[in-house]
């Protein structure tokens, strides 16, 4: 029996409601919540829910036009973010945005793939330090 855990594939949608198509995944769907964030018009910004071991992040549009990188965006877990970036980064890969530790824990790198969908790695590495005035639930 093979113990190691197998490395997660996460999409971000973005959505006009995290509350509602949060709630039609828990009410409807029988997903569990992880985690969200509430914004400052007291609505949630950001939210992950989750099913049999599968998650799914959704996000409210970080831009005007409803979309940061395009309608989807693909999180890929890697044993090691740093030593993935190097590897890629040798092969002549683009990268999109560098290695970098965020404030929930996760180190990340992203590359916009073939088709303009940008694909981000990371591991967890740290404990979460949401910054001053961010409501976690």
């Known amino acids: 029996m093979n113990t190691k855990s197998t490395p997660a594939v996460m999409p971000l949608r973005y959505v006009a409601s995290v509350d509602a198509v949060r709630a039609y995944y828990i009410d409807q769907l029988g997903f569990a919540h992880m985690m969200g964030m509430v914004g400052k018009d007291g609505q949630l910004d950001f939210a992950i829910v989750t099913r049999a071991g599968a998650m799914l992040m959704l996000s409210r549009p ?3 036009d409803g979309l940061t990188h395009g309608p989807l965006e ?4 890697v044993e090691d973010v740093d030593a993935y970036h190097a590897e890629l980064s040798g092969k002549g890969v683009a990268i999109a945005q560098a290695p970098e530790t965020q404030w929930w ?5 992203s590359v916009v793939d073939a088709a303009g969908h940008t694909i981000w790695f990371w591991k967890t590495v740290a404990e979460m330090q949401p910054p001053p005035g961010v409501t976690l639930i």
Do not use: A, K, L, N
Request: hydrophobic share 35%; net charge negative.
């Open 74 to 77: 693909i999180f890929v877990e």
């Open 62 to 64: 970080q831009t005007p």
């Open 105 to 109: 824990g996760d180190r990340s790198f």
